[in-house]
């Protein structure tokens, strides 16, 4: 049950931040806003980890394989797909389509087992689920 609440709350978090990233963007530029984005995620995670964790960062020198540490570069580019998408579309309409594009994205992985991910078999009520969302896009796209 907590980690439902937990991926409740994480999506309305992105909604909210994608709104706001989108609005610094319009008085700043993509990067200047991307760049405070990243810089203010930093000072957090920073802040956090000096009062609650202080785990080496050595670690990081350990990571296999090494291409998991280009998270903050893909994070980079989410921050930058996001506002644009939400400039595009709207906030409503572009988080459906990045919450369906994650699903299938995600799908995929576990699919497939990539990236360390543990192999799941094929489930057709997953692919029925993922028309279902499909499909409530369109309707809620749809103008009569």
Not at 52 to 70: N, V, W
Not at 79 to 99: D, F, H, N, R
Request: charged share 10%; glycine share 10%.
């Amino acid at each position: 049950m907590v980690g439902i609440l937990i991926a409740l709350l994480s999506g309305a978090l992105m909604s909210v931040q994608g709104v706001f990233n989108t609005e610094v963007t319009k008085h700043t530029s993509m990067w200047v806003s991307n760049s405070w984005v990243q810089f203010s995620a930093l000072a957090v995670c920073l802040v956090t980890w000096f009062f609650a964790d202080r785990t080496s960062f050595a670690g990081i020198l350990e990571i296999q394989p090494k291409y998991m540490l280009f998270g903050g570069v893909i994070g980079a580019l989410i921050t930058y797909t996001v506002i644009k998408s939400m400039a595009a579309l709207g906030p409503a309409q572009a988080v459906m389509l990045i919450v369906v594009s994650q699903l299938i994205v995600a799908y995929l992985i576990e699919l497939f087992g990539l990236f360390g991910t543990e192999k799941q078999p094929f489930e057709w009520r997953r692919i029925i689920g993922m028309a279902a969302c499909i499909g409530g896009i369109i309707l809620f796209k749809w103008e009569s």
